[in-house]
């Protein structure tokens, strides 16, 4: 159940208002986490800033949503995980994509190290080894691509912790079971895959 | 060493350059990191955005800034703690305000609360118990105000991954180690989706 309540748009202050509009306007909707994170206008403002300057950055939707759903994963955050699998179904991800995705994993070999890099910011807290990096740049990620994972990571980390604090209800399909038990908690840190 | 490129702001071309003139405007200096962030004009952006957005934030510069401290010794970020403390005093932190940020503890009830709060969040990714969320609004504070206190941890995050990676070279004095109550768990521990 959530543990912060949800704005409605009609009924909140012209700042946050402006900021629901304009999210209703780019998704024709206005999901839950933008109504419970508008409690504060200003982080609102901070989150649909930070999302909408790095959408201008050199990764494509698709890609960008399997960053998303990679760090969603490492997560554990349900709602991400939703909200991810449906906005990237719309950009065009297959099934399969997604589910790879959140195994950390892509077919093509670039999106494959960006997926792969973005984990490795997760788990060690951007303390990646040399041959991380070195493995990302063999893949032909520059500086400017390390960069924006990184910061893509951010974004999605906001996401996910806020929506476990919030306990925001989901207003999308669920998102799909991976496999079984032992291949979810394979793609998971520090889970017990005997348990 | 240094991990990634700094970008010359002599030299940076469009839209960096404007950028870096923008961050030059507000602290007076270019700091290293905002010149690895310029690997990517897009990134710079989106920092400079969520944090111009954060200074409206109703928990104030000085808990935030604070949140933000705290997050740099729980990630482990040098760069990070050693350039929050040199700009702090321009937010209005004290040098024992600065510490209670650094260490988590702090004689202040209000700013306590909010300090241990931050660290359950870091520390479950977000996943805090009732218990826990119960003890921050006990202290005084609203659904906008964590809500803030969420967005500056992450602001935080945002800043030591990247200094991290990068292993952003210090262009300031670094800052004198302090002991600190928690444990680097940023991205570690259980959790499991099916």
Redesign the interface.
């Known amino acids: 159940m959530s543990r912060t309540p949800a704005i409605a748009p009609e009924s909140v202050v012209r700042k946050a208002k402006v900021l629901l509009d304009a999210v209703k306007s780019k998704l024709g909707m206005v999901p839950n986490i933008a109504r419970a994170m508008a409690n504060s206008p200003a982080a609102l403002d901070g989150y649909l800033s930070l999302s909408g300057a790095l959408s201008q950055g050199e990764f494509s939707p698709p890609l960008r949503e399997q960053i998303a759903l990679a760090v969603g994963q490492a997560n554990g955050c349900h709602y991400c995980l939703a909200a991810h699998s449906a906005v990237g179904k719309m950009v065009g991800l297959t099934a399969e994509q997604i589910k790879d995705s959140r195994r950390g994993t892509a077919v093509d070999p670039r999106s494959d190290a960006v997926v792969r890099l973005a984990r490795r910011v997760v788990d060690q807290r951007g303390l990646v080894t040399d041959s991380d990096l070195a493995i990302a740049r063999q893949a032909g990620l520059h500086d400017s691509a390390i960069t924006e994972v990184v910061a893509n990571v951010a974004l999605n980390i906001f996401a996910n912790y806020f929506n476990h604090v919030a306990g925001t209800d989901i207003d999308f399909p669920k998102a799909e079971p991976l496999d079984d038990h032992r291949e979810a908690c394979e793609a998971t840190p520090g889970c017990d895959s005997n348990r | 060493m240094q991990?990634?490129?700094s970008v010359n702001p002599e030299t940076a071309t469009e839209p960096a350059k404007e950028l870096l003139q923008t961050v030059q405007q507000a602290f007076g200096v270019i700091p290293n990191t905002a010149r690895?962030?310029a690997?990517?004009p897009?990134?710079l952006?989106?920092?400079l955005?969520?944090s111009?957005?954060?200074?409206?934030?109703?928990i104030g510069s000085k808990l935030h800034n604070q949140v933000k401290l705290n997050t740099s010794e729980t990630?482990?970020?040098d760069y990070c703690t050693s350039i929050l403390s040199a700009i702090a005093p321009s937010a209005g932190l004290s040098a024992d305000d600065i510490l209670a940020g650094r260490t988590g503890q702090s004689e202040d009830h209000r700013t306590n609360a909010a300090l241990k709060f931050s660290e359950a969040?870091l520390e479950?990714?977000?996943?805090?118990t009732?218990e826990q969320?119960v003890d921050v609004r006990n202290a005084g504070f609203?659904?906008?105000?964590?809500?803030?206190i969420?967005?500056s941890?992450?602001?935080g995050?945002?800043t030591?991954?990247?200094?991290?990676?990068a292993n952003t070279e210090l262009d300031i004095p670094r800052a004198k180690p302090v002991e600190v109550r928690s444990t680097?768990t940023?991205?570690?521990?259980?959790?499991?989706?099916?």
């Not at chain 2, 111009?52 to 109703?58: I, L, P, Q, S, V």
């Not at chain 2, 609203?142 to 803030?148: L, Q, R």
């Open positions: 991990r990634l490129n690895v962030m690997n990517s897009a990134v952006e989106s920092f955005a969520f111009t957005a954060m200074g409206k934030a109703r990630n482990a970020c969040v479950s990714r977000g996943k805090v009732g969320l609203s659904d906008g105000e964590i809500v803030e969420v967005a941890i992450v602001l995050c945002f030591n991954f990247l200094n991290n990676v680097p940023c991205g570690t521990g259980a959790c499991s989706v099916h």
